[in-house]
C-alpha cells in the first residue's frame, strides 16, 4: 500500500494546510492501492509563493548552468526508470511491457531531447539595430492527465526548467504514484528549492487555484477539451498565457494500393495501444468504400490479436483507468449499436474469463457516418470506427469534418502521396507509415487546442519575446 500525503514544497515534503486524503484505486483490481492527500488553494499558494521567489535566482541562471541540473536529472531518472514502470502499471493499469517501455521511457526520451536542445539554444539574437530577447515567462502551472502521465509531466516541466521558469505540478489525482516518484528524482538531482514543486489534488480543489492564481504566469494543460474550456475561463482575469493540448478524433486515411490490408491491420494496432486511452489515437479509421468488405477482415483478424489481461503479465492491454471510464465507453459501444453501426469485433462487457478489473473488450465498428456520436465524440478507449470514402477528396472531407484537429495518420505505399494527403488534413501532428519523432511540435488545432510542446517549440512555449532597440551609431 502506498502512501503519499506530503506535498514537495520549496524543496521539502509538507504536509497539507488541511488535510484531506483519497484512495487511489488499482482498475486491474478495483481494490485500494494507496492513499495521497488532496491539496487546496492555501497549498497552492504556498507552492506559488516558493515558486516566485525561487525565479528571481534561476531565471538569471546561465544555460551552462541548468545543463548541470537536467543532466543530473537524467542520472536520477535512469536510477529509478523500473520503480516508474511499476507506479504507472498500478496506477493506471498500463501493461508492464508498455510501462517499461514508452511509458517510461518518452519522459527520458524528453529529457535527452531538452538537454540537446539547451546545448546550442540561443536566447538572443541581434537583428539589425535591435536585439531579440527569449527570457522565461515565469512561474509555470503545470496540470496533466493520467493516461501517458510520465510523458505528459516530461514535456512540461523540462522545456520549462531548461529555459528558467519555475513551476507547481498538479498531476492527476487518479494516476498520482508516478508523479511523486518524478518529484524525488528531482529533488536527489539537486533542483533549487522551489524551482519546482508538487501539489496533489483535483481539478476543483488545486486545478482552479492554479489557473486563476495572480503570481501564475503561465498555465499548460492536457486534459478534456471541456476542463481545458473551464481553465481558459479561470484564467482570463489574470490574462497569463495558457497553452493547452485538449481532446481528440483523428482521422486514419489508408490509401487504396496493394498495402491496403496490412495498413488497416497496423491502423487498429496502434489504435489500441493503451486501450485506446490517448488523445491522438487513430481512432476515426478511413478506408475505400469499395474495399470496405476486405478492410472489415483485415480488422477482424488485427482485433484479434490483442490480449487483455493483467498488467502485469505478457498482454497487449491491460484495464481502462477506472469504473468512471469503463462506464463511459461502455455508454459509448451501447450507443454505436443503437446507431446502426455494424459491430465487427468486440462489444460489451469484460473480455471472456474477466470478471474483475475494468477491462474493455477491443471493439470495431464498420459501416459508420461520419455523423455518428461515436465517430464525432472522444471515446477514450479501445474503440475504432470504420468510414468508407469514395476518393482521397471524399476521405479529406470526412477527416477534416470533425470539431478536432490534433493528429492525422496516412498509410500508403506511394510516399508523394502520402505527403500530399497529409498536407490537407487539417490536424497539428501528422504521422505517415508510422514514422515518429520525439522533436516534432505536437498540438493541435481547433478544439484540440493551442500551443506546441515536444522539441525546440517546447521551449518556445515557456518564453517571452522581448526586443532591445539600441540607436544607430552616428
Not at 488535510?19 to 483490481?29: D, F, G, I, S, W
Not at 472489415?296 to 489481461?309: F, P, Q
Not at 475494468?358 to 465517430?375: I, K, L, Q
Not at 519523432?437 to 488545432?445: D, K, R, T, V
Request: glycine share 10%; aromatic share 8%.
Amino acid at each position: 500500500m502506498r502512501e503519499y500525503l506530503k506535498f514537495y514544497i520549496d524543496g521539502e515534503w509538507v504536509d497539507p494546510v488541511t488535510p484531506r486524503q483519497l484512495e487511489v484505486q488499482n482498475p486491474a483490481t478495483e481494490e485500494t492501492c494507496g492513499r495521497i492527500s488532496l491539496g487546496s488553494a492555501a497549498d497552492v499558494d504556498k507552492a506559488v509563493a516558493a515558486a516566485r521567489r525561487a525565479f528571481a535566482t534561476w531565471s538569471r541562471t546561465t544555460p551552462g548552468e541548468r545543463l548541470e541540473v537536467l543532466q543530473a536529472m537524467h542520472a536520477e531518472y535512469k536510477k529509478r526508470y523500473a520503480d516508474l514502470a511499476a507506479a504507472v502499471t498500478e496506477e493506471m493499469g498500463a501493461p508492464a511491457a508498455l510501462s517499461s517501455g514508452a511509458q517510461v521511457g518518452m519522459g527520458l526520451g524528453h529529457l535527452a531531447s531538452a538537454i540537446e536542445i539547451l546545448k546550442s539554444f540561443q536566447f538572443e539574437e541581434q537583428r539589425g539595430d535591435f536585439l531579440v530577447r527569449h527570457e522565461p515567462i515565469g512561474v509555470c502551472g503545470l496540470i496533466t492527465p493520467w493516461n501517458w502521465p510520465l510523458n505528459q509531466i516530461a514535456v512540461k516541466v523540462f522545456p520549462a526548467l531548461a529555459v528558467g521558469c519555475t513551476m507547481v505540478l498538479k498531476p492527476s489525482e487518479i494516476a498520482p504514484f508516478s508523479a511523486q516518484i518524478f518529484a524525488e528524482i528531482l529533488q536527489a538531482a539537486g533542483v533549487p528549492h522551489g524551482v519546482f514543486n508538487l501539489v496533489q489534488g483535483d481539478g476543483p480543489g488545486v486545478g482552479a487555484a492554479m489557473s486563476s492564481h495572480p503570481d501564475i504566469d503561465m498555465i499548460s494543460f492536457t486534459g478534456s477539451t471541456r476542463a481545458g474550456v473551464d481553465i481558459a475561463r479561470n484564467a482570463a482575469p489574470t490574462v497569463k498565457r495558457v497553452s493547452q493540448e485538449l481532446g481528440g478524433k483523428s482521422p486514419n486515411i489508408i490509401l487504396d494500393d496493394a498495402q491496403m490490408a496490412a495498413n488497416v491491420g497496423a491502423g487498429v494496432t496502434m489504435m489500441m495501444m493503451n486501450s485506446g486511452q490517448s488523445c491522438s489515437a487513430p481512432s476515426r479509421m478511413l478506408v475505400p468504400a469499395a474495399r470496405m468488405a476486405e478492410a472489415v477482415e483485415a480488422a477482424r483478424a488485427a482485433t484479434a490479436a490483442v490480449t487483455v489481461g493483467d498488467p502485469n503479465g505478457n498482454v497487449a492491454n491491460g484495464p481502462v483507468v477506472s469504473k468512471v471510464q469503463f462506464d463511459k465507453i461502455q455508454g459509448y459501444i451501447q450507443k454505436g449499436v443503437d446507431e446502426g453501426a455494424k459491430l465487427v469485433a468486440g462489444g460489451l462487457g469484460r473480455p471472456e474469463g474477466l470478471t474483475k478489473g475494468y477491462y474493455v473488450r477491443p471493439t470495431v465498428f464498420a459501416e459508420v457516418s461520419n455523423d455518428m456520436a461515436v465517430a464525432r465524440e472522444e471515446i477514450f478507449g479501445p474503440v475504432l470506427t470504420m468510414l468508407g470514402y469514395d476518393d482521397i477528396d471524399h476521405a479529406i472531407e470526412i477527416a477534416n469534418d470533425t470539431d478536432y484537429g490534433l493528429a492525422g495518420y496516412v498509410s500508403g505505399a506511394d510516399a508523394d502521396r502520402c505527403l500530399d494527403v497529409a498536407r490537407r488534413i487539417r490536424a497539428g501532428m501528422i504521422n505517415i507509415n508510422g514514422a515518429f519523432n520525439m522533436n516534432a511540435p505536437f498540438g493541435g488545432y481547433k478544439t484540440s487546442g493551442n500551443g506546441r510542446e515536444w522539441g525546440q517549440f517546447g521551449f518556445h512555449e515557456y518564453l517571452e519575446v522581448k526586443s532591445i532597440v539600441s540607436p544607430r551609431p552616428a
